[in-house]
């Protein structure tokens, strides 16, 4: 007689759990074997030997009503994971991702150190054979000191191909337009080079994206005036360059530059930022905090559902505007997690048990 997986009991939304049993399936026939994989990623992470329930991980179980996530749109920006992309590798990191509910992936590069080299090609199928979809990757803007940087302006044509060759519909820089300084025209020198590798992807099929941390909403050390974002935003053809908000160090932002050098109050609303121009934001990084004005930021990095963040109502707002319930895709991430493993799961648990506010 078949038995319920540990990790699907207690899970109350239908949804989530056809998803995990199908996966549970996948992963089993996935290359390597799967008494290996759950055996090494046991040892990584001791709630998952004790068979912790995923629906127990975020805060509270699933309510009632519709579900703040879209399905199918929950991905994870895998430098979060890095550490265990490097000792356990790629395939045990897959695996414990589809367990934990995860539709999506986001790479911050190709190698998985102690586990051995892989082609671009058999990381695709790893992916794939997981139920992960590749969505995007994170790519150095530019080392103008060493003319070999796997970087947009030093490499162009080799980051582009190798993105295409995995088969990602996004290829983007964490990297901010600080190429040329602090000024206005030095954001718009790198809004014409963010234009030209925009139209490069374009021509493979991909949307070119740029990601932001605080300082990109900082204001022009020449125009005291002009925040820098917009001029990016400005400057840059929205048919080309997109943007992937990362929702922490927009409110991150909020807290640092709302006011101008000189006191003069300048708001900042980073969800008024999307409503503007939401189809030039497909992607999403779902970071946390807990506001704490002591520190620089404004907040303290936390697992998403431990911090202060309202993600129903950031979540819920977008896409529910007409039209978009699927046109944007949700990476969770932490620059520092404790245990990456566990922070996956209670994050992907938390946004799942999100329910739409009833009116």
């Not at 103008?144 to 940087?149: H, I, K, L, M, V």
């Not at 990084?285 to 936390?302: L, S």
């Not at 039209?323 to 932490?334: F, K, P």
């Amino acid at each position: 007689m078949s038995r319920t997986p540990r990790h699907l009991r207690d899970v109350t939304d239908p949804e989530l759990s056809s998803r995990l049993s199908r996966r549970n399936m996948l992963g089993v026939a996935a290359g390597t074997g799967a008494a290996a994989l759950l055996a090494a990623a046991a040892s990584a992470s001791p709630a998952l030997a004790a068979g912790t329930d995923l629906a127990t991980q975020g805060k509270g179980r699933p309510g009632k009503g519709d579900p703040v996530l879209p399905p199918g749109r929950l991905g994870i920006q895998l430098y979060s994971l890095r550490d265990k992309v490097a000792t356990l590798g790629f395939a045990t990191v897959f695996k414990e991702l589809a367990l934990y509910g995860y539709d999506e992936i986001e790479f911050a590069g190709y190698t998985q150190g102690e586990a051995g080299p892989l082609t671009l090609r058999q990381l695709k199928r790893l992916a794939r054979d997981h139920g992960l979809k590749p969505i995007g990757s994170h790519v150095n803007y530019y080392d103008d000191n060493n003319p070999d940087a796997y970087s947009f302006a030093q490499n162009l044509d080799k980051v582009l191909d190798e993105a295409a060759e995995l088969g990602l519909p996004h290829i983007g820089t964490a990297s901010g337009p600080w190429r040329y300084g602090d000024t206005v025209d030095g954001w718009k020198r790198c809004a014409e080079e963010f234009n030209h590798y925009g139209a490069e992807a374009k021509k493979r099929g991909m949307k070119f994206y740029q990601h932001n941390h605080a300082e990109e909403f900082s204001f022009a050390s020449d125009r005291p005036d002009v925040r820098l974002y917009d001029v990016l935003l400005a400057e840059t053809d929205p048919d080309l360059v997109h943007l992937e908000m990362d929702i922490y160090w927009a409110y991150c932002a909020q807290f640092r530059f709302s006011k101008r050098a000189d006191g003069t109050p300048d708001p900042l609303d980073p969800l008024a930022y999307v409503l503007k121009q939401p189809h030039r934001y497909p992607l999403f990084h779902v970071k946390d905090g807990e506001h704490d004005e002591t520190t620089t930021d404004g907040y303290r990095m936390t697992d998403v559902g431990d911090g202060d963040i309202d993600y129903r109502h950031f979540i819920s707002t977008v896409t529910g505007l007409r039209g978009h319930r699927y046109a944007h895709h949700w990476q969770t991430e932490h620059d520092n997690p404790t245990d990456s493993l566990r922070f996956a799961r209670r994050s992907s648990a938390h946004l799942h048990s999100l329910r739409k506010k009833k009116h």
